[in-house]
């Protein structure tokens, strides 16, 4: 009898486990994160550490759309940054370091989500110590008032990200400039031209006792500052317009950056040593940080476009080698991050030289929040390889000619399009649904002119949310006929036509209808799944198994949808209730989607407001997954 009871709970104990190990990295150690460093903590303090966490949370969030890990940053910044909008916590703007500004990145993005003024006043708290930072005499910022005429490759990622992510938000376009230039004067300054590697500081006025003194350089290139101004690069690369002449010399920098982490990456094991050209050396060893750092510079670069696809297999061989040498995992399913060196820097007091022995001094620790927080920024940008050859480049267009609604903007006075647009990050946005195009290889961009065969000759994709109405848009523009020949003629080619509509009162449909008479769908003038908040269930719909759409999300929530009449080619692709909710149409040699809402919106996709038994974020990748299915084969 003790024999059986024994091995049943050692059954319940595997299963237990295969149930935990069933997440992805990511996940469990965000877990892990969550449990040390708790959003109720009354010890929170503003610092750099915690904000590489957040970041991690923030990349966790934006690919799962589970709202736990919004909530755990929205709470903890609310720790920081009172109703006023000033930031307690342990930040003095007149201490000027730049680790003070990497938490303002968490405060933008409780700005672009939610709005609020104190965020908004807490990100200009933050944009003004930029403005006031110390500079050398060559325009880069000094890494801490008590740290003159210095620049330290920490610097970029600490301030650098934080001025980027606000002159993107605040659309301060000139400020990339600026931006531009401390990332190209740091590789001038500091990049070694034989090993390719950048040393740790750069002291201008060659004062230091650590700064040689022809060159002003620290004496080795220590991991985790390589780290730091990797995942720099490829975080500012996201805020910077395509446009900008900076951005393809920004990207050369990165190219030369992966070569050289690439060429000293440990062959055996897939990490980096702590002194990076020093493998092998007496008392040198493998370093957990840097080596997330590096694979998830060089898994985002090759996502993104920036790095050549075979710098994947290199971020592979390092996330295999961290998994397998610095993730340990507790008997209660718990992981654990060892391996990184708790500190480094250069001065201060105690005095430090940045010597070889200097680096090896410094204490290695267990979960540390700079490790923690890289681990899974590299594990997610590894989970987002996994299907990112799936569309090979293929674009999806979103109209914004015949959606085209503008707002005055109550905190900063500008005019701004707004409703169901790839930028935008609250409710009524479509950010979540580009994210997930992003992770099957698509790219996103704005149609603001009429559709014609010529500017659709390059989408595969396009998109088309909820017309206007005049009560929207006093300059409404509806689709005319020539619309409607180039959108048909277009999908008859090989087009995917996205149709997101929305109820009678809230929608057009006379001049829409003629578009959809095409291919044999006609929105009806209705509205079903009125629901008040929160009364959620009576906008659940559940998806019978064996959709051929979505094959993972088993119930939705999509309240106030018009629904279809259809007739051949198009079909019902979901009823509910004998209405037709979502319809689908083979045209020629394209495909046509059609569903009365603007169903795939930041609302009911990022997990912030919905009930977790809902499947949105689910459904909109099923849709994604679909669509690249319905592209044409390459000839």
């Avoid at 495909?591 to 689910?618: C, H, M, Q, S």
């Amino acid at each position: 009898m003790r024999k059986t009871l024994l091995s049943s709970l050692f059954a319940l104990a595997v299963i237990g486990t295969a149930s935990a190990q069933e997440k992805p990295w990511s996940q469990r150690m965000a877990a892990t994160a969550m449990k040390i460093w708790p959003d109720t903590a009354s010890n929170m303090r503003w610092t750099y550490e915690r904000a590489v966490v957040l970041n991690g949370m923030e990349s966790v969030w934006r690919n799962t759309g589970d709202g736990e890990y919004f909530r755990y940053i929205q709470h903890s910044v609310d720790k920081f940054v009172a109703a006023d909008g000033t930031i307690g916590s342990g930040y003095k703007a007149d201490v000027y370091t730049l680790d003070n500004l990497l938490p303002g990145r968490s405060v933008l993005l409780m700005y672009k989500v939610l709005g609020g003024e104190k965020y908004y006043k807490a990100a200009n708290l933050l944009r003004q110590q930029v403005k006031e930072q110390p500079r050398t005499a060559s325009g880069g910022f000094w890494h801490k008032k008590t740290y003159p005429d210095q620049m330290w490759l920490d610097g970029l990622y600490m301030g650098d990200t934080f001025y980027s992510r606000y002159a993107s938000a605040m659309d301060e376009t000139a400020d990339f400039d600026d931006i531009a230039k401390q990332f190209i004067l740091m590789e001038a300054k500091a990049r070694d031209p034989k090993t390719g590697l950048i040393y740790h500081g750069w002291d201008e006025s060659r004062k230091q006792k650590w700064a040689d003194p022809k060159t002003g350089l620290s004496p080795n290139f220590w991991g985790r500052a390589m780290g730091w101004y990797g995942i720099a690069l490829v975080d500012a690369l996201d805020d910077f317009p395509k446009d900008h002449p900076k951005r393809a010399e920004l990207i050369a920098i990165l190219n030369r950056f992966a070569a050289a982490v690439t060429k000293y990456q440990d062959p055996k094991s897939g990490t980096w040593w702590q002194v990076m050209d020093k493998a092998g050396q007496e008392g040198n060893y493998h370093e957990s940080s840097a080596s997330c750092m590096f694979v998830y510079a060089l898994a985002k670069g090759v996502r993104e476009g920036y790095l050549p696809a075979s710098y994947k297999a290199v971020a592979e061989k390092g996330f295999n080698g961290i998994t397998k040498e610095f993730i340990k995992t507790d008997a209660d399913g718990q992981v654990n991050l060892t391996g990184t060196v708790s500190v480094g820097g250069l001065g201060g007091n105690p005095y430090r030289d940045g010597s070889y022995k200097y680096y090896l001094s410094e204490k290695v620790v267990t979960n540390d929040q700079k490790g923690v927080g890289s681990f899974i920024l590299a594990a997610v940008e590894m989970e987002r390889l996994a299907n990112i050859g799936a569309a090979k480049g293929k674009n999806v267009v979103l109209d914004s000619y015949f959606n085209d609604e503008h707002m005055t903007d109550k905190l900063t006075g500008k005019n701004v399009s707004f409703h169901y647009k790839w930028e935008e990050e609250d409710n009524n946005g479509f950010s979540t649904f580009a994210h997930i195009f992003h992770n099957y290889g698509f790219k996103t961009s704005t149609l603001y002119t009429e559709p014609t065969a010529a500017n659709l000759k390059n989408a595969s994709v396009y998109v088309i949310a909820d017309p206007d109405i005049p009560k929207e848009n006093p300059k409404v523009k509806y689709i005319e006929e020539n619309h409607v020949k180039a959108i048909s003629e277009w999908v008859k080619a090989g087009g995917t036509l996205l149709v997101f509509n929305n109820d009678t009162g809230n929608a057009e449909f006379a001049h829409l209808n003629k578009l959809m008479g095409k291919f044999g769908m006609t929105f009806n003038l209705d509205s079903r799944n009125h629901v008040v908040t929160p009364h959620f269930e009576t906008g659940a719909i559940n998806i019978p198994a064996g959709n051929a759409i979505f094959k993972t999300a088993k119930k939705v929530y999509i309240k106030e949808i018009s629904t279809f009449k259809v007739v051949a080619p198009a079909q019902s692709e979901l009823t509910d209730k004998g209405d037709v909710i979502i319809a689908v149409a083979k045209y020629g040699k394209g495909t046509v989607f059609a569903v009365g809402d603007p169903w795939f919106y930041n609302e009911y996709t990022d997990g912030r407001k919905l009930p977790a038994d809902y499947d949105n974020y689910k459904a909109a990748e099923d849709l994604v997954k679909w669509v690249t299915k319905q592209l044409p084969a390459a000839k």
